[in-house]
């Protein structure tokens, strides 16, 4: 069993990692809507990409010949401050071989997951891509669920993959064995906290989760996310804005005997 400290310094890596992937796929949704407004019918949008300095992401639409930029947004993700530009411009050299790769890297993980990919209802769902350069050498494409209607957290179905600078796959990750969705009903009040159970070989709370809390679950009110992980044999907990925590079973036990003493046998 790995230290409280281990665990913990594990979880500010975790929760960093999953912050990085809010952001992006955050931009990605806010820049696809203010691309609709202007290109209603998105014609000649062949795809984009994110890059990002310092604490600026900015995603470029390409055409479909990937010659031309016809939409660019930047969002500082300290303040979420935004700014775009419609103009069409040429493509830098540079620029062009990164929607070239953008595109590559699709299809090469889509090729990785697809055969491990739970069942899903196509009406309801769909599925995210993101790519974040992770060093020099690595960059790192998060397969994710995307909710089609309100009141859904469509946990599971997501993976990372790794690929080299020659865009050979070096590595990959599933974080769930199968699709989990939490959902609640629109008539019922929104819950003020999420539960998932985790299986032993996956011990730690996901970067997956964090991002899918933070654009789903979170906007409609909910306040938090508790994970049981039976490897660790303790509660997870992530509250926004906030270090993930982790709290041994006995301590909750502990607690929840205490309550008892305190305002009498639960009824």
């Not at 795809?47 to 300095?53: D, N, P």
């Not at 010949?65 to 500082?76: A, L, N, P």
Request: proline share 4%.
């Amino acid at each position: 069993m790995p230290s409280q400290e281990t665990i913990d310094r594990i979880h500010d890596s975790i929760l960093s990692e999953g912050m990085h992937l809010y952001y992006h796929e955050r931009i990605a949704w806010i820049s696809t809507d203010q691309l609709g407004e202007f290109n209603p019918e998105y014609n000649d949008v062949g795809g984009y990409f994110t890059t990002e300095s310092n604490d600026t992401l900015h995603t470029v639409y390409f055409s479909l010949d990937r010659s031309r930029c016809v939409f660019e947004y930047w969002m500082c993700s300290s303040t979420f401050q935004t700014d775009y530009d419609t103009t069409s411009r040429p493509l830098s050299l540079l620029e062009q071989a990164e929607a070239e790769r953008t595109q590559l890297l699709q299809s090469l993980t889509f090729d990785a997951v697809k055969d491990s990919l739970s069942g899903f209802p196509q009406s309801d769902f769909g599925c995210n891509l993101d790519f974040i350069r992770i060093d020099e050498e690595i960059t790192r494409s998060y397969f994710t669920m995307s909710a089609k209607n309100q009141g859904v957290v469509p946990f599971g179905n997501d993976f990372s993959c790794d690929f080299d600078n020659n865009n050979h796959l070096v590595a990959m990750h599933r974080y769930h064995r199968s699709f989990i969705p939490l959902n609640w009903n629109k008539e019922d009040a929104v819950p003020k906290s999420l539960y998932l159970s985790h299986t032993p070989d996956n011990p730690y709370m996901t970067p997956t989760e964090v991002c899918l809390f933070l654009l789903y679950a979170q906007p409609a009110g909910v306040e938090s996310l508790f994970v049981l992980s039976t490897a660790l044999n303790s509660v997870i907990i992530f509250h926004p804005g906030q270090r993930i925590v982790t709290i041994k079973r006995s301590v909750l036990e502990k607690i929840d005997k205490d309550q008892e003493k305190r305002h009498g046998k639960k009824k």
